[in-house]
């Protein structure tokens, strides 16, 4: 196995159990036949920067997360394969969340905002504490239940109105509260299985 195959079964084996099982049992992840074997890969791929040392154990990094990036793929006509596919790698968290501390997951329910490309099922990524802008996707409590929209000044400079991206909804105006918990600054969905 190569250590690229290595990596794989341990990101597999990490996805099915969150952590890594001890050293014995470790071998059998990689598929080898020896504990000196076992050393070896874990010593590469510390040095590659896909796991680190910490306290005695194996821990994932960053980089353990991280996929790569087959290039850029044209939505439209076919056109010829990226050559340089397969060179940069992401993680998705380093590309939605900038702010952990900040960050929070909300699920989208209905088609309100369909017009702006959330769906219902949908995944936000939301970072609280962070300036509105006019327009902003937010997710805001008004009146004590939580929407999904977008946030505009109301006519008159009269407080705010929340605009949905779907012509068969109407304007949201606070009667009593409005707060906004988060500016959505991303999403993300799972197709088919």
């Known amino acids: 196995m190569s250590d690229q195959q290595h990596l794989d079964a341990l990101r597999t084996y990490w996805k099915a159990n969150k952590a890594f099982p001890a050293m014995a049992k470790l071998a059998d992840v990689l598929g080898l036949a020896s504990s000196g074997g076992v050393f070896k890969v874990i010593g590469r791929l510390v040095d590659a920067g896909y796991l680190e040392r910490t306290a005695g154990r194996i821990a994932p990094t960053k980089a353990f997360f991280a996929l790569p990036v087959l290039g850029n ?4 006509l076919p056109q010829p ?3 340089s596919s397969g060179l940069e790698t992401v993680g998705v968290e380093d590309y939605l969340i900038h702010h952990p501390e900040r960050t ?10 369909k017009d702006a490309g959330l769906l219902d099922g949908d995944m936000v990524v939301v970072e609280r504490h962070r300036p ?3 327009g902003d996707i937010v997710v805001a409590l008004v009146d004590q239940e939580m929407t999904v929209k977008h946030l505009f000044p109301a006519p008159a400079g009269r407080g705010w109105v929340l605009k949905p991206a779907n012509p068969d909804y109407p304007d949201i105006v606070a009667h009593e509260s409005l707060e906004v918990i988060g500016v959505v600054v ?3 969905r799972r197709l088919g299985r």
């Open 81 to 83: 394969e990226d050559q």
């Open 73 to 76: 793929v044209r939505a439209g």
């Open 104 to 113: 929070v997951f909300c699920r989208v329910r209905g088609d309100s905002m």
């Open 186 to 188: 991303g999403a993300f």
């Open 132 to 134: 509105t802008r006019t």
